[in-house]
């Protein structure tokens, strides 16, 4: 029982190490400074895209938001899958209100049963565009866009290696409940692999529309479950790179329980394993990092009710320390998103002492309900998305069960966004 207990030991530092590089090497890259905008002679034609389905709590936010945008030459569209949605009046009163020439709303007329809403509403408008739009950009109902949003998307297209921008979301929830924090501390880690694996978060995203011309990826999302995930692979096929933009670090203010959390981190999981090359890797860290201590803790007791005190002490000594470095791995990433949204004018101080400790109450939570979240992404093969059934039956193989509107009192607590 020693030497495993000394083994277990170990490979519990090891982990604390391997993830303090990768947490402060991207902690490092968020407190870079950014690089100067490009000016307006420069901005080249773009066009917003915001797939709505259901009544999002900071929609309205997200649309003036755009409304907001300090870029000279570009357009928003929106597009519903039916005009019942109550996302509509939303939408037609923000527009209205701000009297602006910039919106044109949509209504999805094709809804293909061989992907999901969300990419026949992509294909939609990408195939109205003509060649002047020189990249397209998207956004998702509960991202806040400020001011120069769009002119930094387009500022990191203006490397030519680069055929895609994006940037990433960080939850700051006005109400900070238990099921809100699990998902915080997923999250936080979640963002740290996103980063070194150059993964594409849709809610802020732009792609340079060349790449719908040099690539397949429109035939691709055709029958697709969701459409960022795969760029890195499409990318890489014509020497092009997906740009991770720190500036562009989302704050999320909503909040979700438990079951909620467990839905969409699921849904999460299910696209890194369609679509994500390193999918193995995401997977084997959910593996060792859940497996390793929970073999550390029956080992320590074990120990103690064997009486074995230098296995037992080991063994709580390496937990102990494993766990006060995963808290404290967060204050770095947290500092850091607090200086963002301050350089923006965004409330950054939402978590209060007992916030704090309700946060690290939620991180043993995380780590008991992560690991089962993952091993049913693995297996999952139908999901549901707001509201609508998908059949998994392959990264090309998606079928949608059957269209209904989206009715607001049977809204799907499984997502958080479209």
Request: net charge neutral; charged share 20%.
């Amino acid at each position: 029982m020693a030497a495993f207990a000394f083994v277990l030991s170990a490979l519990l530092v090891l982990l604390v190490v391997g993830q303090a590089v990768l947490v402060l090497g991207f902690a490092r890259v968020l407190r870079k400074k950014s690089p100067p905008l490009l000016d307006d002679q420069q901005a080249p034609k773009a066009v917003v895209i915001l797939c709505l389905r259901g009544g999002d709590p900071f929609l309205a936010d997200c649309l003036q938001g755009l409304l907001e945008q300090d870029y000279p030459n570009f357009e928003i569209r929106v597009i519903l899958d039916h005009t019942d949605d109550p996302a509509y009046p939303i939408v037609a009163e923000a527009v209205k209100a701000s009297g602006t020439s910039l919106v044109t709303i949509e209504i999805l007329q094709q809804k293909r049963e061989t992907c999901s809403l969300k990419c026949s509403s992509i294909l939609q408008i990408v195939g109205s565009l003509d060649d002047s739009y020189e990249f397209v950009a998207q956004i998702d109902a509960d991202t806040i866009a400020h001011p120069t949003w769009l002119r930094e998307l387009a500022t990191a297209l203006q490397d030519e290696k680069v055929g895609a921008a994006t940037g990433n979301r960080w939850y700051m929830p006005h109400n900070p409940t238990i099921g809100s924090l699990v998902r915080y501390n997923w999250n936080a880690a979640a963002v740290v692999q996103m980063f070194w694996y150059h993964v594409a978060w849709g809610g802020t995203l732009a792609i340079k529309t060349r790449v719908f011309r040099e690539t397949d990826v429109l035939e691709r999302w055709s029958k697709a479950f969701c459409e960022d995930t795969m760029l890195l692979s499409l990318l890489k096929k014509v020497d092009l790179r997906v740009a991770f933009v720190p500036s562009l670090m989302m704050i999320n203010r909503e909040e979700c329980d438990l079951r909620g959390y467990f839905y969409w981190v699921r849904r999460q999981l299910l696209t890194a394993r369609l679509y994500h090359p390193a999918w193995l890797a995401v997977a084997g860290h959910g593996f060792v990092t859940t497996v390793v201590p929970l073999a550390a803790l029956a080992v320590l007791v074990a120990a103690l009710a064997t009486g074995n005190s230098q296995p037992a002490a080991w063994t709580g000594g390496a937990l102990l320390f494993y766990e006060i470095s995963i808290a404290a791995l967060l204050i770095p990433m947290e500092l850091a998103m607090q200086k963002i949204a301050d350089s923006r004018g965004e409330p950054s101080n939402w978590l209060t002492f007992t916030g704090k400790l309700k946060c690290l109450a939620a991180m043993p939570l995380t780590q008991a309900v992560y690991p089962l979240a993952l091993a049913s992404s693995i297996f999952l093969r139908r999901t549901v998305w707001r509201g609508i059934t998908y059949h998994i039956h392959g990264p090309q193989e998606i079928r949608m069960e059957k269209y209904q509107p989206y009715q607001s009192q049977q809204e799907d607590k499984q997502t958080t966004s479209l």
